[in-house]
């Protein structure tokens, strides 16, 4: 499987906080912020470097430097949840944006928006927590290889089975981060037991 599952037990610790029913909107949107700076570690674990000199007030030394612009694709909404601690962590990504929504009963994922910097040469992250049947990521991952990413990591928090080999079927290859992967879908195509409604569940809908 092209999936990397967090195993630390922070992100076991923070999954357990975000699949509770009871967590409200805030200290939802709190765990998905620290359980990503966990996932975008692991996604950039393999980033090119360079080696350069610097001179610390001792004495001259070699430092470890990054080699590879990074760029960051949320799929809105719920990826918007994810975006804070990329930027933290990588104040000079460039950052594009892409909306897809599932249809209630098919869970075909429509398009409404499409906004990419130029991503050529870039490591491309695309976010979004809820890998369930693929369908969202697969196309996000085809508009930003057509947009010109040397690489694309696709960073969740819940990944089901079906998700992860559909995604891999139409771009094989790619590396899944993901927090946790689950049993499977349900006859309504949510994760389970996964955490719900990512979205409703960050901004207090539904
Ligand atoms: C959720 C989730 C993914 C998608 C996953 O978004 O954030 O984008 O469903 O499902 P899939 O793997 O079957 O495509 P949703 O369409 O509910 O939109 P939202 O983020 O605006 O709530
Ligand atoms: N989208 C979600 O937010 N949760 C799921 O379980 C599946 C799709």
């Known amino acids: 499987m092209p999936l990397q599952a967090l195993d630390h037990p922070l992100a076991g610790h923070l999954m357990a906080g975000l699949r509770d029913r009871e967590t409200p909107p805030e200290r939802f949107r709190a ?4 359980l990503t700076t966990l996932l975008v570690l692991q996604a950039t674990a393999s980033l090119p470097t360079r080696t350069e000199r610097v001179r610390t007030p001792i004495q001259e030394t070699e ?36 909306g897809l929504e599932r249809h209630e009963e098919t869970a075909i994922a429509r398009s409404y928006y499409s906004k990419l910097p ?68 349900n006859e309504r195509r949510y994760i389970v037991p996964g955490l719900g409604d990512f979205g409703d569940r960050l901004y207090g809908t539904g």
């Open 118 to 185: 130029p991503l050529e040469g870039r490591t491309a992250l695309v976010l979004d927590p809820m890998l369930a049947t693929g369908g969202s990521a697969a196309q996000a991952v085809g508009l930003v290889s057509a947009a010109g990413a040397a690489r694309v990591v696709m960073v969740c928090v819940v990944a089901a089975p079906e998700g992860v080999a559909r995604l891999e079927a139409a771009h094989p290859g790619i590396l899944i981060v993901a927090a946790a992967l689950d049993e499977g879908l």
């Open 31 to 34: 765990l998905a912020k620290r």
């Open 63 to 98: 430092a470890r430097v990054l080699d590879s612009p990074l760029a960051a694709v949320p799929i809105l909404r719920a990826g918007l949840g994810m975006m804070e601690p990329v930027v933290e962590l990588f104040p000079d990504v460039a950052v594009g944006y892409i």
